[in-house]
DNA sequence: GGAAATTGCGTTTTT
DNA sequence: CGCAATTTCC
């Protein structure tokens, strides 16, 4: 937007000129390298595009560009990290555009598979009713699984249930066998494979025989539909004949299969991204996805941007040295025409507590100096780094949204209502059934089991649940007659289902925790969510693929978004931008995590997200860390700032030390 | 025998 | 704080 509109001119062969009726005067929107991305030919092309450097920008004017130049707006499907950023790029295209843009199909990889799997599945055995599980639920499973194999009661250590889906899904995301994934990464369970692989095989069994997809099989679904259904893949990749991917040093190889099995018909894809800011290497992605594109994609074309519109030299300048340090990265070096503005400063403070009054503090500075709660943003590596800082805003009366962290549908309550009506809309669903069932006072492991062996057997659940006798059945006649008032489904309104739910569940929730009314808000929350579905079907769907963040503590004040700060990981901050950013923490061992000093991949991927989170800046940064902070988990010491920094030298950056105020140690009254 | 209560321990990042 | 192993209770 800052630039001079009338520097450029369209330099193309005549030939190759757009359609005659364009509506867009695209070469005075975009600078030339953009220019060239957005107006791209048919065929296969890569947009390497540096933080900051108009990616959203240049796929929203791609969007508009192939509606404009004729192409079907259903034929464009666009692909995104999340559903809210699809959403939004879509919106906005549509400002160019017309709302012809909203034809246009976005979401993840994830929201797209489910639909397809709905549409098509029948061919390759999926019933369109299935159910998604979120890690929880498969987690569970695992365990179910596991115990059923009696695997746990071997005395050597076997890996919990968490680290054993951690595997499971890697193997699944990088194609590669369970057995490599043990060797390569968890080869102090090396002992256990041969257990593992036939937990994997029945977890597996387990989920294919009950209609059960965790978010990974959704994507191995796709591709298995794809590869075996030659009419599904046809009607597939003839409706979708422009794929447009954002992100993609952050997919990861089932993912880039999936793509390439898209495009077999047409060959038409773009895909966006920047290697320097891969950071999902924990789900299975590599930065290396984005280089093997064009090995993929014979033909393609490589287009770079590296102006950045984003944030002032000084910022660039430290962002470029912190990158320059990686062991591998491709050419691209980021440059701006904002040369003035502040240096970043890296803060040094006694203490955690310290540390959060300072930040405090310098945002009621930076408000009075204009700059509006909504475009301050505190990044950290882990998301109870801000536990600390989010009491002492509560304190101040400094109002937040905190993005990242443990999310309100997965907190045990939730989760245990929503089982209930998973279960009626799914009465294969295992999972949901078994934490129905723990529920019931005077039903252990045992009773659930035996009863859900007889419950998938029959199909009146609820004559299944009042035949049982002893202690556990009173509770189990009142479940039966809650799920029988619900039962035909599909009538019942996902709100009232909620609803009746709540009041059968509630006294087993006083019963279960202490500190009940806060978590009947939270389900207040649900039932309000509820009320936007008229189908159960597609409110759990939606549930699971995009879980709706925070707790209920933001539904306080729900309509000034825009009145408030963010409190956000570096993983959820990706994409986002912010007038002036804190990153907390910058002490080695926090950051990067001592968790990562193991392998130098590792380690790499943790300079990534250094240089992810101090990019999100436009003209503040501050880097700031508590020295002298004990360690429990390392037994360490941690006193010295990030080690990312060595190398950055002085006149990058403002170091500064808290200086304790009105002589009585305010800044130092942390005790350790 | 099986359910419930208790203790000990490890704790990233997410669709 | 949540999970798994352990002890206590019915």
């Not at 590669?176 to 494979?193: M, P, T």
Request: hydrophobic letters at 40%; a negative charge; aromatic letters at 8%.
């Amino acid at each position: 937007m800052e630039r001079e509109v009338k520097t450029y001119v369209l330099k193309r062969p005549a030939e190759e000129a757009a359609p005659a009726k364009l509506s867009i005067d695209y070469a005075a929107a975009l600078n030339p390298q953009q220019l060239a991305a957005v107006t791209a030919g048919d065929g296969p092309s890569l947009v390497i595009a540096g933080a900051g450097s108009g990616k959203t920008r240049t796929l929203i004017y791609r969007v508009a560009y192939l509606i404009d130049s004729g192409v079907d707006p259903s034929n464009i499907l666009l692909l995104t990290f999340t559903r809210k950023s699809a959403q939004e790029m879509l919106e906005r295209a549509g400002e160019l555009i017309g709302a012809r843009s909203r034809r246009v199909c976005g979401g993840t990889f994830h929201s797209v598979a489910n639909l397809l799997l709905r549409r098509y599945g029948r061919g390759i055995g999926i019933e369109p009713g299935f159910t998604i599980l979120d890690r929880g639920d498969a987690e569970d499973l695992i365990a179910l699984c596991r115990a059923q194999l009696g695997l746990n009661e071997k005395d050597k250590r076997f890996p919990r249930k968490g680290t054993i889906m951690e595997m499971v899904s890697k193997s699944e995301n990088t194609l590669k066998s369970l057995d490599e994934i043990i060797l390569e990464e968890f080869s102090h369970f090396a002992d256990h494979a041969e257990d593992l692989g036939r937990l994997q095989k029945a977890y597996q069994a387990a989920k294919r025989q009950k209609q059960l997809l965790d978010y990974d099989d959704l994507l191995v679904a796709l591709r298995q539909l794809l590869l075996l259904d030659e009419t599904a893949r046809q009607t597939i990749s003839s409706q979708y004949r422009y794929i447009l991917v954002d992100e993609y040093q952050d997919t990861n190889r089932l993912q880039a299969e999936v793509i390439r099995q898209l495009t077999t018909a047409h060959n038409n894809v773009m895909v966006v991204g920047d290697d320097s800011q891969s950071i999902y290497a924990f789900r299975g992605a590599t930065f290396k996805n984005i280089m093997d594109f064009p090995v993929l994609f014979p033909g393609t074309k490589i287009y770079k941007l590296e102006e950045n519109y984003r944030s002032t030299q000084p910022i660039l300048n430290l962002a470029n040295c912190i990158i320059d340090e990686a062991a591998e990265k491709y050419t691209k070096r980021l440059f701006t025409r904002k040369i003035d503005g502040p240096l970043p400063a890296l803060v040094e403070a006694a203490g955690e507590n310290a540390q959060s009054r300072f930040i405090a503090q310098k945002i009621l500075e930076l408000r009075e100096e204009g700059v509006p709660l909504s475009e301050v943003a505190v990044l950290f590596r882990s998301s109870f780094h801000s536990f600390d800082l989010e009491i002492e805003l509560s304190r101040r009366g400094l109002p937040f949204v905190k993005r990242g962290g443990v999310k309100f549908i997965e907190t045990a309550h939730v989760k245990d209502l929503l089982a209930h009506l998973r279960v009626l809309a799914n009465p294969m669903d295992t999972v949901s059934w078994h934490r129905v069932l723990m529920l019931v006072e005077g039903v252990g492991p045992k009773k659930a089991q035996d009863l859900l062996a007889a419950l998938v057997k029959s199909d009146k659940p609820s004559d299944v649940l009042r035949g049982a006798s002893g202690r556990s059945g009173q509770g189990l006649k009142n479940l039966a007659d809650t799920l029988e008032s619900l039962s035909g489904a599909g009538e019942v309104r996902p709100a009232e289902q909620v609803n009746h739910i709540y009041e059968y569940y509630l006294p087993i929730l006083k019963e279960q925790y202490d500190d009940y009314p806060k978590r009947t808000r939270d389900l207040d929350h649900l039932h309000t969510i509820a009320e936007g579905y008229p189908k159960v079907s597609d409110f759990l769907a939606d549930l699971a693929l995009e879980p709706p963040d925070g707790s209920a503590i933001d539904v306080d004040a729900p309509d000034r978004d825009d009145e408030r700060l963010v409190l956000s990981t570096i993983h959820s901050a990706k994409g986002l931008e912010w007038q002036c950013v804190f990153v907390i923490w910058v002490v080695d061992g926090k950051f990067p995590s001592v968790y990562s000093f193991i392998t130098d991949d590792e380690l790499e991927e943790e300079r990534r997200l250094f240089y992810v989170s101090v990019t999100r800046a436009k003209r503040h940064l501050f880097l700031t860390y508590p020295i002298n902070v004990y360690d429990k988990t390392s037994g360490m010491l941690l006193s010295k700032p990030s080690r990312f920094l060595d190398h950055v030298s002085s006149d990058l950056l403002d170091t500064l030390a808290l200086v304790e105020e009105g002589g009585r140690g305010d800044w130092g009254r942390d005790s350790y």
